[in-house]
Structure formats: structure tokens, C-alpha cells
T-cell receptor, first 114, second 118 residues
Framework: KAGVTQTPRYLIKTRGQQVTLSCSPI?????VSWYQQTPGQGLQFLFE???????NKGNFPGRFSGRQFSNSRSEMNVSTLELGDSALYLCASSLEVRESGELFFGEGSRLTVL | AQTVTQSQPEMSVQEAETVTLSCTYDTSESDYYLFWYKQPPSRQMILVIRQEAYKQQNATENRFSVNFQKAAKSFSLKISDSQLGDAAMYFC???????????????FGKGTHLIIQP
């Protein structure tokens, strides 16, 4: 069974641009969540989707948005990029939204903002 | 808001020895879940072990076990018979059992870099 797939793996953008990251969950998984990982702030929760609905959202500005499609694939978008948005963005999927549930993570998308 | 603290940025252990990674957390909730995740250099995070707060019995998974002290809000990970493949960043994480509304998801500690010396 294929794991969580994130694309692109690496990308470079300049300040003010926008970026869209994609996540394909494990087949059959209906819940997708996103995390931002930086050396300074560590891992921070961005949002969680289940059946195309945003279930939870972390403490990030409105420039960060996401969505989930009917096939459970998810995208996140960051508009008006800032230098501080440089990070590894991790996507994780799970069968259902259960607080005790195991999350299966992708390898991440490494975003560099110049 | 919940916080998770890992006080050891880096730990080193000899192969085949035992090592314990520390984690403390702060919460006003009584029902929650705790996790240890491992992130090898390839970056893919993997669940090592989980603990339900309502269970007094400490979770174990093969060479990995936890010492869960609810009153002290402590959740340490013990790795027995350390192997070279255990080298990674280890993250302690908390998740509330009261889902929905506001910030949720996993709250992670800053991580402990575990080095295995051959």
C-alpha cells in the first residue's frame, strides 16, 4: 500500500508569491492534517480535514488555507509569502478523525522563501 | 493551551544500552492522548508508541516502553537494547480528547535528537 505522497518535495519561491502544496493520503484514509516544521518553532498544527470539511484549524494567519477533495486528496495554499514561511510542511493522514488515532506522515514539502 | 516540553535537545547512547527520553506536558484536561513519534533523517515521521490518559498501565511496544505519570504530567520513553536504526529525532506529542472547535491536532515538543554510538 502506497504511503502518504506529498508534492512537490522541494520548491523555492520569492516573497509575495503564493504556493500550493499537494498531499495524497493513504488509500482509504479520509482524514488529512497539515503541520509546519521549522527549527525555531518546531512542529505546529495548521489544519485538519475530514470528508472535505475543515475540522480544526491551528493558530496561523488567514494567508494559510487548505481544502480537501472528494477523493480525500488535500491541498494547502500560502499566499503573500513571507521569509518566515520557509519550512518543511508535513501532511498526515488517518482512517478517521480519532484523537487516539495514529497519523501516517508524508516526507514533506520543503519550502524556501527568498 | 497545552504545552509539551522535551528538556533534552540531544541524547547519546551506546548500541545495546538503554536510554530514556523525557517529556513533560501541561494541560488542564483530564482526558487526552500522548504519543512518541520518531523522525529519521529521511524525514518521514513514524508513530513509536501511544498512551491513553485514562489507562494507568504503561504502554509497551517491543523494545519501547513509556513511564506515564499522570499526576506529575510526565511521559518518558524508554528504549531498551538500542540499535543503530533507532537514531532519529524523537517527538513527544499531546492530543486532547475533546475534538472540534479551535486549535486541535497534535501539540508537539521540540524534539530530542538521539544518537546511537556503535
Amino acid at each position: 500500500k502506497a504511503g502518504v505522497t506529498q508534492t512537490p518535495r522541494y520548491l523555492i519561491k520569492t516573497r509575495g508569491q503564493q504556493v500550493t502544496l499537494s498531499c495524497s493520503p493513504i488509500s482509504g484514509h479520509r482524514s488529512v492534517s497539515w503541520y509546519q516544521q521549522t527549527p525555531g518553532q518546531g512542529l505546529q498544527f495548521l489544519f485538519e480535514y475530514f470528508s472535505e470539511t475543515q475540522r480544526n484549524k491551528g493558530n496561523f494567519p488567514g494567508r494559510f488555507s487548505g481544502r480537501q477533495f472528494s477523493n480525500s486528496r488535500s491541498e494547502m495554499n500560502v499566499s503573500t509569502l513571507e521569509l518566515g514561511d520557509s519550512a518543511l510542511y508535513l501532511c498526515a493522514s488517518s482512517l478517521e478523525v480519532r484523537e487516539s488515532g495514529e497519523l501516517f506522515f508524508g516526507e514533506g514539502s520543503r519550502l524556501t522563501v527568498l | 493551551a497545552q504545552t509539551v516540553t522535551q528538556s533534552q535537545p540531544e541524547m547519546s547512547v551506546q548500541e545495546a544500552e538503554t536510554v530514556t527520553l523525557s517529556c513533560t506536558y501541561d494541560t488542564s484536561e483530564s482526558d487526552y492522548y500522548l504519543f512518541w513519534y520518531k523522525q529519521p533523517p529521511s524525514r518521514q515521521m513514524i508513530l513509536v508508541i501511544r498512551q491513553e490518559a485514562y489507562k494507568q498501565q504503561n504502554a509497551t511496544e517491543n523494545r519501547f516502553s513509556v513511564n506515564f505519570q499522570k499526576a506529575a504530567k510526565s511521559f518518558s520513553l524508554k528504549i531498551s537494547d538500542s540499535q543503530l536504526g533507532d537514531a532519529a529525532m524523537y517527538f513527544c506529542a499531546y492530543r486532547s480528547s475533546y475534538s472540534g472547535g479551535g486549535a486541535d491536532g497534535l501539540t508537539f515538543g521540540k524534539g530530542t535528537h538521539l544518537i546511537i554510538q556503535p
